[in-house]
Structure formats: structure tokens, C-alpha cells
């Protein structure tokens, strides 16, 4: 029996609390990381995430033991016999993630080689991995494509490279910081990502012997080590998923307190919730998020790398904006179709417009190609049910706040997308007083 498919009875406030662990965007990657550690690890705030889980299964396959700390939350990695994995089990475990392409310079300074296979993930535009394998190159890597994966060797010691990104992808600049650390000499990496989790896996980095800087013009300089250590660390919150329960608070006249929840990496956010009517209060333990109880207001808004408002974030709040008066404006610069949940969308009532121009404050790089990246919203008071399918994983969270917003019942297909991003979010809807039920098939 498989449950993807839930059945949301809306028009309930959510009204409660529910609890926020280790950011998805820095777990697996720190849990990578331990590869290239020669001592146990320990990591904690762990979430219990479909992509913790299948970094745990791929890290077992190369011998790598993982196992439970003292806490619920908690995970010992040790890496001190790594060894060679068959390649069809990798390929049954990696699954559709694209974490796998991560493993890369990790197996390759401790094997020798690696095998990498054909990943998936969430089509919300261009995320090629031929940028991941080029930058292996440079780096001395040898690549060859089979049927079933790529297979990458390492004939000597990986060399450190000068390189340029010609966009701060935050997986290119992972890539390079798990390759750069142990390769030998100076790696200097420009128009590098800078996003909390990166910072974060810096210091988990630092933690474990390498020499990195980061400065302030987006340049990161690693200086190669002969050999790293275990670690030790608590992982930053999911500002992620955090940001969801507030756009779910808002769209159903909702109050939700997030614990866990840091003001530190989402000044972004806060100020666009606060510009569209949004409450909330900050303590020493999380945020709590509410409506104000007046209509909100529209805005405008522009994705942006880090410190900018995040693409992440933009789907949950397309939701609320679908249900502020006025006319909102959405700029998407980051990924080129992240905004083919409207069409869902537009099932419910909402009146959306998707364009081809960047409305926006400026030009972005996907000016006249073609792509529908903005999007221009106007309100409406309510929203309708609908039977929607799932389209990726913020896509469908987004769906699910419509639907807990929308009168009536709402049948999401796809759920277990939802999984890859946000711990146990079944309960913590039950929790907060939705109305849900997982159909079985």
C-alpha cells in the first residue's frame, strides 16, 4: 500500500506551535562531509528528512557507520574504513536526489574514484550538473559517462584551482568546498554562494582541520590539507521551512509559533511578511507567526541570492499574495520556472498572470529568453478547492497552504515530494488543528 495522497478539508486557522530542526540545505551536505574525516563525527539537530535518510543508506554502502547519538535528533558518523560501494546499489539508494553528485571529491581524495549516478531532483528550471563535472576536471578528476551513472577517477592527488562562477550556485560552490579542502595547494573560488548554509558548512569545515576564508566580495579561499578530522556541530535551523509555517499562518488567518525558528538568516523574509500585514514576535526560542486580522496588502517582490529574499521562499509567499488585496508582483530571478505551480494555482480562483519581461528592479539574466519568471497577482478573498498534483517540493507545500486556506475539500496527489523538505508535516498539521487525511492506494 502507498499514501501519496492527502485530502485537506479547509478553511481552518492554524493555531498552534510545531518545531523546526537542522536546515535540509546543510544536514545531508555536513553528513557528506564527514567522509573526509578520518575520525567519527557527531552532528546534531538532525531532522528526520527523506534526504537525510538517503545520504545515511549511501553512506553505509561505502562502510561509513551511522548511528543514533544520545539525543532523538542526533547522528554519529564514522568514516574511518571507507571502501569501494557496487554501483547498482548506489543506484538503488540515491533514488531521485541530487545529493550523489556531492559525494564526488569526498570518494575521490579517499578512493581514488567514484560513481555517480543519474540524478533527478526538482524541475524548477536549469540546475545542470555538467558545471559540477567540468569543475572536477579542472580540479585533475578523469570523467567518463556510462549507461547507468558517471564513473570518476582520481590518477593523483587532486590539484587546488582559480575559478569563477558565473552564478553563485550555492551547489557549485558546495562542490568545490568538499573537493578544494584536501586537493593540494590554494583553490580560489569568485561569485561564490554565501547563503547561511554555506557559511555553516564552512564551519563545519573549519571544524575539521581545513583553512578556509570567506570574503566580503563572494570570494571563498581554501588552502589544501593532507588530512581532516571528525567534527562536532549543532546544525543551523531551517529557515526554509520556517518560512513556510509563516506563510501558512497568514494564509489561514492563522497563529503559529515556530520553534527553533532564527531571526539572524531571515531579515529577507521578516521585512516582506511585515510589508504584507504579517505579525510576528521574536524570543529566545523561536518566532511566532500570525495574521493581523485587517486584509493584507500586496507587494512586490524580487528573488535574489543570499541576503536577498530567497527563491525558497517565494512560492509560499505567492500563495498569501493570491489572498492580499491589490495587485502583487513577482520577480524571479534564480529559477527560470519556478512559477509552474500557477497553473494549480488558477484552478483555486487566484488570478495570476505569468510574463516573459522582468518585473522587477532591474534586468535579470533570463531577460529575453523566452521564460516565464514574473508573475503579476491579484487578490482575491477566497480561495477554492481543487484536485491538484504536487509539481516539486516548495511547489507543494505551496499547494498545501492553498488548500488548508481554501473552502472545501482539496486533493493533493504527490505528497511524498513533501517529505524531502519538511519533518513529520502530517503531524505538525494535525498539530496545529488541520483537517487532513492520507488516502491509501
Known amino acids: 500500500m502507498t499514501h501519496d495522497t492527502l485530502l485537506v478539508h479547509g478553511g481552518r486557522p492554524l493555531r498552534g506551535e510545531v518545531r523546526v530542526r537542522g536546515a535540509k540545505n546543510l544536514v545531508p551536505k555536513a553528513m557528506v562531509a564527514a567522509l573526509l574525516g578520518h575520525t567519527a563525527s557527531q552532528i546534531r539537530n538532525v531532522p528526520e528528512l527523506r534526504d ?25 558518523i564514522d568514516s574511518s574504513r571507507v571502501q569501494q560501494a557496487n554501483p547498482r546499489k548506489v543506484v538503488e539508494h540515491a533514488g531521485s536526489s541530487r545529493i550523489p553528485i556531492l559525494f564526488s571529491g569526498p570518494l575521490l581524495h579517499r578512493l581514488g574514484q567514484a560513481f555517480i549516478p543519474g540524478l533527478g531532483g526538482c524541475e524548477i528550471g536549469g540546475r545542470a550538473l555538467d558545471f559540477h563535472y567540468q569543475v572536477l576536471r579542472y580540479f585533475g578528476a578523469e570523467i567518463e559517462a556510462g549507461p547507468s551513472g558517471v564513473h570518476l577517477r582520481a590518477p593523483r592527488r587532486l590539484r587546488g584551482i582559480d575559478i569563477r562562477l558565473p552564478y553563485p550556485s550555492v551547489g557549485a560552490t558546495e ?10 595547494g590554494d583553490t580560489e573560488l569568485r561569485n561564490a554562494a554565501i547563503e547561511p548554509e554555506i557559511v555553516d558548512l564552512i564551519c ?8 578556509i576564508t570567506l570574503a566580503s566580495d563572494r570570494t571563498i579561499v581554501i588552502s589544501g590539507v593532507d588530512s581532516l578530522v571528525g567534527y562536532t556541530h549543532r546544525a543551523l535551523p531551517d529557515r526554509l521551512e520556517t518560512a513556510s509555517w509563516a506563510c501558512a499562518a497568514l494564509a489561514t488567518e492563522g497563529d503559529i509559533y515556530v520553534r527553533g525558528a532564527s531571526q539572524t538568516e531571515m531579515t529577507a523574509f521578516l521585512y516582506a511578511y511585515r510589508k504584507v500585514g504579517g505579525l510576528f514576535d ?6 511566532r507567526f ?34 492580499a488585496e ?31 519581461e522582468c518585473l522587477g ?11 516565464q519568471h514574473s508573475a503579476v497577482i491579484s487578490g482575491v478573498p477566497r480561495l477554492q478547492s481543487s484536485d491538484l498534483k504536487v509539481p516539486d517540493l516548495r511547489g507543494g507545500f505551496a499547494y498545501l497552504i492553498a488548500a488548508l486556506a481554501a473552502k472545501g475539500t482539496s486533493r493533493l496527489d504527490g505528497i511524498s515530494l513533501i517529505d524531502r523538505g519538511y519533518e513529520r508535516f502530517l503531524q505538525k498539521l494535525e498539530d496545529l488543528g488541520a483537517d487532513v487525511e492520507l488516502i491509501t492506494a
Open 52 to 76: 537525510t535518510e538517503i545520504v545515511r543508506s549511501l553512506l553505509s554502502l561505502y562502510g561509513v557507520s551511522v548511528t543514533a547519538g544520545e539525543g532523538d535528533d542526533e547522528l554519529r
Open 175 to 184: 562542490q568545490v568546498l568538499l573537493t578544494a579542502v584536501l586537493a593540494e
Open 204 to 211: 563545519v569545515l573549519q571544524k575539521m582541520g581545513a583553512i
Open 282 to 287: 521574536i524570543d529566545a526560542h523561536g518566532i
Open 290 to 323: 500570525r495574521h493581523p486580522g485587517r486584509p493584507l496588502s500586496a507587494i512586490s517582490l524580487e528573488t535574489d541570492v543570499h541576503p536577498g529574499f530567497q527563491t525558497d521562499w517565494q512560492q509560499p509567499m505567492l500563495t498569501v499574495l493570491a489572498l
Open 326 to 356: 491589490g495587485t502583487s508582483r513577482i520577480h524571479e530571478t534564480v529559477y527560470e520556472s519556478r512559477l509552474g505551480l500557477t497553473d494549480g494555482l488558477k484552478q483555486m480562483g487566484t488570478h495570476v498572470r505569468l510574463s516573459e
Open 361 to 371: 528592479a532591474r534586468p535579470c539574466r533570463f531577460d529575453g529568453q523566452n521564460h
